[in-house]
Structures are given as structure tokens and as C-alpha cells.
């Protein structure tokens, strides 16, 4: 079992910025990609950003060059640094964490954060 708990949402002005926090507790061995995903309203919940606990990334097209993702595998906590922000990018914010046992793979949400993004 595996809780993740997200922070650092709130409103901004476009061109602003915010960084999400996404906390891992639990039983967090073996953890390996930890991503963002965010759903604006009568949308469809979409990838934001991706990171694998060696480092290597996935971004959406249309935040590239503005978001970097992140992560502290001693802290057991993912990042999401969002600068230039676009109202479109309004939306609840949520963390996912894959861990991997042998031969099974487990998913965890967390309760997802809300960022709105005024023009």
C-alpha cells in the first residue's frame, strides 16, 4: 500500500508559476515511474509528465519547455516545476506511482491538487 499526497496548487496569473509537490509513503520500495497527470473540466484525465526512478522523462507536447519534472528518491517525493502558465493549463493535478514486484505492477492516485491559472 502506497499513499500519495499532492501540495502546492493554488491560483496564479498567466505567466506565473507554481511548483506541485507529490509526497510517497508507505510501503514505497520498488517504486518506479512517478508521473503527473492533470483533468480540466469535461475533459479527458491526460499525461502531463512522466519520470522513472533512473531519471529518464516524458513530457506532453503542449508543456514542453515550460514544466520540468523531478524527483528525490531518498525523500520518496516527485516535483513538477510549471512556469509560463496558460489558463488552459487550469486543471486538477494528480500524482501517480508505479511499483513493481515481481511479475505484478501496482498503481496509486493521489487526491490531486487544484491549479488555476487566471489571464
Known amino acids: 500500500q502506497v499513499q500519495l499526497v499532492e501540495s502546492g496548487g493554488g491560483l496564479v496569473q498567466a505567466g506565473g508559476s507554481l511548483r506541485l509537490s507529490c509526497a510517497a509513503s508507505?510501503?514505497?520500495?520498488?517504486?518506479?515511474?512517478m508521473g503527473w497527470y492533470r483533468q480540466a473540466p469535461g475533459k479527458q484525465r491526460e499525461l502531463v509528465a512522466a519520470?522513472?526512478?533512473?531519471?529518464?522523462?516524458n513530457y506532453a507536447d503542449s508543456v514542453k519547455g515550460r514544466f520540468t519534472i523531478s524527483r528525490d528518491n531518498a525523500k520518496s517525493t516527485a516535483y513538477l516545476q510549471m512556469n509560463s502558465l496558460k489558463p488552459e493549463d487550469t486543471a486538477v493535478y494528480y500524482c501517480?506511482?508505479?511499483?513493481?514486484?515481481?511479475?505484478?505492477?501496482?498503481?496509486?492516485w493521489g487526491q490531486g491538487t487544484q491549479v488555476t491559472v487566471s489571464s
Open positions: 519520470i522513472t526512478a533512473g531519471g529518464i522523462t
Open positions: 501517480k506511482a508505479d511499483k513493481v514486484v515481481p511479475g505484478v505492477e501496482h498503481y496509486y
Open positions: 508507505g510501503s514505497i520500495f520498488s517504486i518506479n515511474a
